[in-house]
Antibody, heavy 119, light 113 residues
Framework: QVQLVESGGGVVQPGRSLRLSCAAS????????MHWVRQAPGKGLEWLTV????????FYADSVKGRFVISRDNSKNSLYLQMNSLRSEDTALYYC?????????????WGQGTTVSVS | DIVLTQSPVSLPVTPGEPASISCRSS???????????LDWYLQKPGQSPQLLIY???NRASGVPDRFSGSGSGTDFTLKIRRVEAEDIGVYYC???????????FGQGTKLEI
């Protein structure tokens, strides 16, 4: 069964750091680009960042550039998001998602999300 | 950055009736490969988003054929031929054209019975 499971969320004080993890099962992430997307309480979806197959290329939304770092460990079939200098506006449900090149980069598999509260 | 504007924000519907959602882009989403890099997602209440349509008009695996996508350039439409109760939720369009990657979602359209 193809699945993504996020973990690592929690309550953190402003200015502190947190590291999210996304464990993949049922497929090999080394053949997929991977994304993080978040959703603030009661709000819409916000794309955050993407990482290439081997991790050599990463791109970020302006809202998190310079504070968040996406990485991956293909040997562990896992994706990560290091979040530094957290702000109250980073409070959200964080999803990891798989980018399917066969579907022209659409995000075809999503995790259930992990909640981050900055307070 | 590319801005996507969806309308309406809220869409009351009656089961069995059709529904249509618009997504307009601030820039053309037509790639040199001939595809429009505009996808549609549905987030059902309490669930993660799920892919419905990719590159404007291709249904994702398992998506019922009552869902269809169309459009090119800057104007796109998601249509539901006959709405069913299970279709309620928030629909989002998303562009994946911009390079270097700076993807964006529309603000969402809430479909309610």
């Amino acid at each position: 069964q193809v699945q993504l499971v996020e973990s690592g969320g929690g309550v953190v004080q402003p200015g502190r750091s947190l590291r999210l993890s996304c464990a993949a099962s049922g497929f090999n992430i080394s053949t997929f680009g991977m994304h993080w997307v978040r959703q603030a309480p009661g709000k819409g979806l916000e794309w955050l960042t993407v990482i290439s197959l081997d991790g050599s290329n990463t791109f970020y939304a302006d809202s998190v550039k310079g504070r968040f770092v996406i990485s991956r460990d293909n040997s562990k079939n896992s994706l990560y998001l290091q979040m530094n200098s957290l702000r109250s506006e980073d409070t959200a449900l964080y999803y990891c998602a798989r980018m399917n090149y066969h579907e022209y980069n659409a995000l075809d598999v999503w995790g259930q999300g992990t909640t981050v509260s900055v307070s | 950055d590319i801005v996507l504007t969806q309308s309406p924000v809220s869409l009351p519907v009656t089961p069995g009736e059709p529904a249509s959602i618009s997504c307009r882009s601030s820039q053309s989403l037509l790639h040199s490969d001939g595809h429009n890099y505009l996808d549609w997602y549905l987030q059902k209440p309490g669930q993660s988003p799920q892919l419905l349509i990719y590159v404007s008009s291709n249904r994702a695996s398992g998506v019922p054929d009552r869902f269809s996508g169309s459009g090119s350039g800057t104007d796109f439409t998601l249509k539901i031929r006959r709405v069913e109760a299970e279709d309620i939720g928030v629909y989002y369009c998303m562009q994946t054209l911009q390079t270097p990657p700076m993807y964006t979602f529309g603000q969402g359209t809430k479909l309610e019975i």
